[in-house]
Nanobody, 117 residues
Framework: QVQLVESGGGLAQPGGSLRLSCAAS????????MGWYRQAPGKQRDLVAA???????YYADSMKGRFTVSRGNAKNTVNLQMNNLKPEDTAVYYC???????????WGQGTQVTVSS
């Protein structure tokens, strides 16, 4: 059974920073991409950033230069460093694991990020 355990998140002021972490266990895949999606109330879930097993990264345009995705020394962890946060970054952030051969998705339970003064 795949489990994705998220940590971090919370409340930050505009211009502030937060760090999200996610640890995966039980993956049926030897190679998988990990990343973060977010969903604001009334909106669809969108990709924020992702990093492949080989270290290739992808960022949504509005996150480039502000967010950094990385994998830990143990490849089953992924981190998201969020700087210069804006109120529009407020959302529930979900950790994602996707197989690179069989594109099956697994999700964490989500962690709330609120940016407000």
């Amino acid at each position: 059974q795949v489990q994705l355990v998220e940590s971090g998140g919370g409340l930050a002021q505009p211009g502030g920073s937060l760090r999200l972490s996610c640890a995966a266990s039980g993956s049926p895949f030897s190679d998988y991409t990990m990343g973060w999606y977010r969903q604001a109330p009334g909106k669809q879930r969108d990709l924020v950033a992702a990093i492949s097993s080989g270290g290739s990264t992808y960022y949504a345009d509005s996150m480039k230069g502000r967010f950094t995705v990385s994998r830990g020394n143990a490849k089953n962890t992924v981190n998201l460093q969020m700087n210069n946060l804006k109120p529009e970054d407020t959302a529930v952030y979900y950790c994602n694991l996707r197989g690179e051969i069989i594109a099956r998705d697994y999700w964490g339970q989500g962690t709330q990020v609120t940016v407000s003064s």
